[in-house]
């Protein structure tokens, strides 16, 4: 069956529903970035957001359209990233029970944010079907909803929030990015920018090493990674068959960039606008260094996707 | 010759002619670091003023309070910090020549910072007398006007404009505290406070290690430091003839922190507000989180001083 379509209208109903858990974050500027980049940037600091990425948003909206008999019964994900804090925050805040499937490797810090939030923790294996075959056990066991991390018609348009904010205060620039990884992000980014600046151009950006989506683009089919490294550990997942048609219909194009490349804009964006930004969260700008004439003079948002990253294991 | 009292009121004169010059630095929340704290911290984001600290403020006020005649020959300093860049930068904003001594073990990044916003560079040896002599060669050849980096009246007037915005923009606050090195940014905190918020009390922080300021409000005189071994290298210097009987009569206290507290503090700032914090700017905070019952359900203000860092070189 072919998944409804999402109005460019619901992004208004959702940001309306869930605007109110989230930070407005702020957009921030930055001379010696622009000088260096050659065109105007404005920096949405998703950094900033609850839970430390914009992650936040998709939960909390997800959470939000459930019904009272589903909130009875609790939400489930299996995630080792940034959505397994973030929908434990959103259950939590709206009083619902959170079941998140962590793999057994995953980091020990991320798995005691998930814990500090309320969620009940669910062990599995480290391969991706271990993840899925738990998370299904869980489902039967407990009636949890099960909320994909991008996949996910509530997650995007959450996540399409963030997009909406930018076009409201900075209803002038030229071009949005933001980062590839699940699809989530870049196609409610596309939503709200159809829906307030349809004149925008709408570009991602994603590691040379995960093409998944660059790929996609050219095959019109969605593509998978043949390996998983890439230091922009939020970017390593596959598209999805909700996320895939908006982002075929809406985006100019996806720059890809080295890892080299990733960390030199991620030192940028430490030392000199003074922002703690994941490695994910780093692509959009390495893709504007990479390639500078399509930007020049234009104005620029840039979606800075998180900051969760462990200060004592820095790739520079 | 008792130097002449700075009145209050000077604050706003300063504002008036210098604030165009500087960010108006975003004032942060962290909902996390209240719950660690126990009181509400407004934080006054200057590691995103322009040279990525509050040195641009007084720099740029004791720039623009030059005659023309002064300006003409140009300024000078001694410095291998952020007053050295702020100076630097300050200058050329408003096309006067700047000389800036460093000493010639100073960090490669530091001084290639300097050179881009343009100033004249003086290689000294690398004891602090080194500096003083060169510095007053420099003086002597070139008639340029040298500027203490906090024992000058113009520059406690610029970093008074730190306080006074925040004070702006935030009329409630109980506590307002700073970290203090040299004395200019906590004596220009004191003047604000007085001028804007009387009854805000107004607190220090410092370094154990380096607590020269600490024992000279015991004893009632200027003492200095036996080592400057501390992480906080924005604060290893003495307070001044100027700024010391500001600080006298405006602070309520003191209080010193040890370097793993400094340290501890700087890494909150960096994974729980993803902000990049120096050493310096971390103090306050360390102090807070020491001596919580002082600020129990108080609403405190922190200066974050400054955010100049190698982030390739960190103690975590």
């Known amino acids: 069956m072919e998944p409804k379509k999402i109005a460019v209208e619901e992004v208004d109903t959702a940001y309306d529903l869930m605007h109110k858990m989230v930070h407005r974050t702020p957009i921030l500027r930055s001379r010696l970035l622009d000088e260096l980049t050659g065109c105007t940037l404005f920096v949405k600091t998703e950094n900033f957001q609850r839970t430390g990425s914009f992650k936040m948003r998709g939960a909390s909206h997800a959470v939000a359209v459930l019904s009272p008999e589903q909130k009875e019964k609790g939400v489930l994900t299996h995630s080792s990233g940034n959505f397994a804090q973030a929908l434990a925050l959103a259950a939590k805040d709206q009083g619902?029970?959170?079941y998140i499937v962590m793999p057994e490797n995953a980091p020990k810090v991320k798995v005691a944010a998930v814990r500090d939030y309320g969620a009940e923790i669910i062990t599995s294996g480290s391969r991706p079907l271990d993840r899925e075959e738990m998370a299904e056990e869980v489902r039967q066991r407990t009636g949890a909803t099960f909320i994909h991390p991008?996949?996910?018609?509530?997650?995007?348009?959450?996540?399409?929030?963030?997009?909406?904010?930018?076009?409201?205060?900075?209803?002038?620039?030229?071009?949005?990015?933001?980062?590839v990884g699940g699809g989530g992000l870049i196609a409610g980014t596309i939503l709200a920018t159809q829906l307030l600046n349809p004149s925008c151009s709408i570009i991602g950006a994603e590691p040379f090493n995960v093409d998944d989506a660059y790929r996609s683009l050219q095959s019109r089919k969605i593509e998978t990674?043949?390996?998983?490294?890439?230091?922009?550990d939020g970017l390593r997942t596959n598209l999805g068959d909700i996320n895939f048609p908006i982002i075929l219909g809406g985006l100019e194009r996806i720059i890809r960039v080295e890892e080299a490349e990733i960390i030199e804009a991620m030192q940028w964006i430490w030392e000199?606008?003074?922002?703690?930004?994941?490695?994910?969260?780093?692509?959009?700008?390495?893709?504007?260094?990479?390639?500078?004439?399509?930007?020049?003079?234009?104005?620029?948002?840039?979606?800075?996707?998180?900051?969760?990253?462990?200060?004592?294991?820095?790739?520079?």
């Open 272 to 316: 000199r606008m003074k922002l703690v930004a994941e490695p994910s969260a780093a692509v959009p700008l390495a893709a504007v260094l990479k390639e500078k004439e399509r930007f020049a003079g234009k104005k620029v948002g840039l979606i800075l996707s998180g900051g969760n990253v462990d200060v004592s294991d820095l790739p520079f």
């Open 150 to 179: 991008s996949n996910d018609r509530a997650v995007i348009l959450g996540q399409a929030t963030c997009a909406y904010e930018f076009h409201q205060d900075r209803p002038d620039l030229h071009v949005i990015m933001a980062p």
């Open 96 to 98: 619902v029970k959170a």
């Open 225 to 232: 990674n043949a390996s998983a490294q890439t230091i922009a």
